[in-house]
């Protein structure tokens, strides 16, 4: 039997600091309002010269050492993004060019924030049926490009960045679990027009409905997490760590009383980086990493939930 499990991770943010601070210059709002609503005091924002592609390739690289492997060793790149530098090639053949890597098969996810762990599910797919042995799966974004700087209510929430991870053939799981679904019938609620087509008449601008989105991704993640961790068989008393999706410190705490984990047990990224949608996973899983709060052999629960609405929810044995 196959498995897939961890092989590195990396993560690259933009240089760009955008404080709550800084907000308060653009839109009619205050740090002390955008803390208390939403856990957020500051974000990363691409600035001159910066993109997705170059983002991609430094997270890559930072997984690919941590991995102790070249960019050849990579046989499938899977990349979720809602904005990519450009519309074809997907954002994942633009990263494979600059790794240098002749052929292998890439495409980009479009599952909005929970479009990591889409790719995670992928990867176990194609790892277990035999078709793929390395893995990379990234969630890349620039929400910055697609946010309307004038609407308070969504400006303050979002950032940009890359986080990817490396995903290995295994004899030992891994990914022990995992789930992903989506709600069509929400498409209202949040989302970003095209600006073209049956979207000619809309700003290509985020919109959202924030307090109805609140309470379904509340509602939808703690069913999530209780439904993964169900599957597993394993109890709540074994997950040693949560790696949430970083939309609003509220929604975090909600999910993390379901599984009865405390806070210290739940890794924080928001307050720094904002929501940084497909991205804001492997970020996160990626620093906790790194700050030695994660350890081999620890299970650690992944959620996530965006426009679609899409989520997504896993267990894994690092
Ligand atoms: C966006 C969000 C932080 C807003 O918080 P909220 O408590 O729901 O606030 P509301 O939208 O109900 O607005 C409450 C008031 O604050 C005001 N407000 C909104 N944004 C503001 C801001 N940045 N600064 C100051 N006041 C603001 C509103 O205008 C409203 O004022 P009113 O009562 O006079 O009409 C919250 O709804 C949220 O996090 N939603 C979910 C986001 C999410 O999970 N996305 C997930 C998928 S990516």
């Known amino acids: 039997m196959k498995y897939s499990r961890i092989a590195g991770t990396g993560s690259c943010l933009p240089s760009k600091v955008l404080t709550n601070k800084d907000l308060e210059k653009i839109v009619d709002t205050d740090d002390k309002w955008i803390v208390e609503r939403t856990g957020i005091k500051e974000r990363r924002i691409l600035g001159e010269g910066e993109n997705i592609t170059g983002l991609a390739e430094v997270a890559t690289k930072r997984a690919l050492e941590a991995a102790n492997m070249v960019p050849n060793d990579i046989d499938l790149i899977l990349l979720a993004t809602t904005t990519p530098d450009r519309t074809f090639p997907s954002n994942a053949v633009l990263l494979q060019e600059r790794l240098g890597i002749a052929e292998c098969p890439a495409f980009d996810i479009a599952a909005a924030c929970a479009g990591f762990n889409y790719g995670l599910v992928l990867a176990d797919n194609f790892i277990r049926v035999g078709q793929a042995k390395n893995v990379l799966v990234l969630g890349a974004e620039a929400l910055s490009r697609i946010v309307d700087w004038t609407d308070r209510s969504t400006c303050i929430l979002f950032g940009d960045g890359v986080g990817a991870v490396i995903f290995s053939e295994s004899d030992e799981p891994g990914i022990v679990c995992s789930k992903i679904s989506a709600a069509g019938k929400y498409k209202d609620l949040l989302y970003a027009p095209t600006g073209l087509g049956p979207d000619a008449e809309l700003s290509p601008k985020i919109a959202m409905a924030g307090s109805a989105v609140f309470k379904v991704a509340v509602n939808t993640l703690g069913k999530a997490v209780l439904d993964v961790l169900e599957k597993s068989g394993m109890e709540k008393s074994d997950i040693d760590w949560l790696v949430p999706h970083q939309a609003n410190l509220r929604i975090i705490q909600a999910v993390a009383k379901k599984l009865d984990l405390t806070m210290d047990k739940v890794i924080i990224t928001l307050d720094k980086q904002g929501n940084t949608s497909s991205a804001s996973v492997p970020l996160a899983l ?16 992944l959620e996530s939930f965006g426009g679609g609405f899409t989520w997504g929810s896993a267990i894994i044995r690092y």
């Open 286 to 301: 990626d620093q906790a990493i790194r700050e030695g709060k994660i350890k081999r052999g620890d299970n650690i629960l």
